[in-house]
C-alpha cells in the first residue's frame, strides 16, 4: 500500500477547494457596483480605495457592458480585463481580484478593482480600488506575493502624453481589520513596451484576420486564389505561417480569458491545441493571456511566442515540434522578429 505524506493530503485538499471556489463564479458574468458617473464630474487624478457601498450597478455579459446611447456612437463601456487568485488574509482560502477597464466612449480611461472573498453563498466584497486615468496613476499590473497584493500604477511624473508613462509605482498592501492597508515602502521602475512588429514575408501565399461578427478568423490566401477560412469559431488573431506554406499556428482566445496556441494546416485541416499552460518565470506564474505573437522558426522544427508576464517581466519561449516541449529561450525579452531570409536566416532577433 502507498502511504501518502499527510502534508501532501492537505496540499491537493486546498487546491481541489480553491478550483472548486473558482469554478463558482463567473466574473466576466457578473453584477458590480460602480460610482455613479454624471455625480463624479471628472476623471480620477490617481488611484484611491472606495467605499463597498455604491449604488450604482453594471451587469456585466460575456466580459463586457456598453451603455446605449441616443446617437448610436461610442458611449461608456465596462469591460472584464483579468481575475487574479490569492490567499490575502491567511484563511486558507483564496480571494478573487477582479480588474475592470472602465471607457468614457472618448480617450479616456481607467480601472476599477473589486477585491471578493468566496466561500459563501455568494461572493463577498471586500474592497474595490478606482485608479487615476491612463498615465496619471493608471493600473498596469497586479501580482498576488504571499498575503500582498501588489499593484503598479503608471508613473505621473514620467507622463509621455495623456495616454502613457515610461515609469511605474509599485505599491503593496495588506489586507487589516476590514481594509486594505499599504506597507513598505513605494519601488519606482521603467516600464515595457511592447510592438508586435509585422511579420517577414515569405511567397505568394499569406495569412489574415478578419472580424465576423464578435469572432475574429484567420483567413489563408494561396497565390491568386481564393481565401479560405481556416478557423471555425472564437477569437482567432495573430497568424504565422511556416516556411512549406503548409501550417498555420495561431493564438486563440477562449470565453474565459485564457489564450491558446495554435495549430492548423493551410487546408484547414488537423486544427489542434500545442499551448495553454501557464508559464512560471522568475518564481511568478505567468497566465496565458500574457502569451503573444507565435511565430515558426525559418526551418519548421520550432514555434517561438512571447510570455508577457506584467509590464515588465516576459521572456521568449520556444517550443519543440517534435517533442512538444516549451522552454525559454530568450530571457528579458519583449519583441522579436525571425528573420527569414538573407545572411543571418534561420535565427530569432531580439527587437528593442
Known sequence: MVRLHAAFLMSVVFVA????????????????????MEEKGEMPATWKWLPSVLKTRVRIRNGEFREPTPDLG????????????????GDGREEAAVLLRYGTGGTATWQYLYVYRLGGKRPELMSILESGSRAQGG??????????????????ERQRG?????????????????????????????LRRRVLWEREPIGSDSVECRSMGKELHV??????????KLTRA??????????????????REMADGRVQVRLVQSDGSQ???????????????????????PQWSADG???????????????????????????VFLADCDEYLVIRQGRYKGTSSPRS
Open 17 to 36: 477547494a480553491a478550483q472548486s471556489e473558482r469554478s463558482t463564479v463567473d466574473f466576466r458574468n457578473f453584477e458590480y457596483p460602480l460610482p455613479n
Open 74 to 89: 461610442p458611449g461608456p463601456s465596462v469591460r472584464w480585463v483579468s481575475t487574479v487568485w490569492g490567499d490575502l488574509d
Open 139 to 156: 493600473l498596469v499590473d497586479i501580482a498576488m506575493r504571499g498575503q500582498a497584493m501588489v499593484l503598479r500604477f503608471q508613473d505621473e
Open 162 to 190: 495623456d495616454c502613457c508613462s515610461n515609469g511605474y509605482i509599485e505599491v503593496s498592501y495588506r489586507w487589516d481589520v476590514g481594509h486594505f492597508l499599504e506597507v513598505g515602502k513605494r519601488a519606482r521602475g521603467s
Open 219 to 228: 483567413f489563408f490566401k494561396s497565390g491568386t486564389g481564393p481565401a479560405r
Open 234 to 251: 472564437g477569437v482567432n488573431s495573430q497568424p504565422s505561417l511556416s516556411a512549406d506554406e503548409q501550417s498555420v499556428v495561431y493564438l
Open 271 to 293: 486544427d489542434e491545441l500545442l499551448f495553454d499552460q501557464p508559464l512560471r518565470w522568475k518564481g511568478m506564474t505567468c497566465g496565458t493571456n500574457g502569451l503573444l505573437m
Open 301 to 327: 522544427q520550432y514555434v517561438y511566442w512571447l510570455a508577457d508576464c506584467g509590464s515588465f517581466e516576459g521572456a521568449l519561449w520556444r517550443m519543440d515540434m517534435k517533442t512538444r516541449r516549451a522552454e
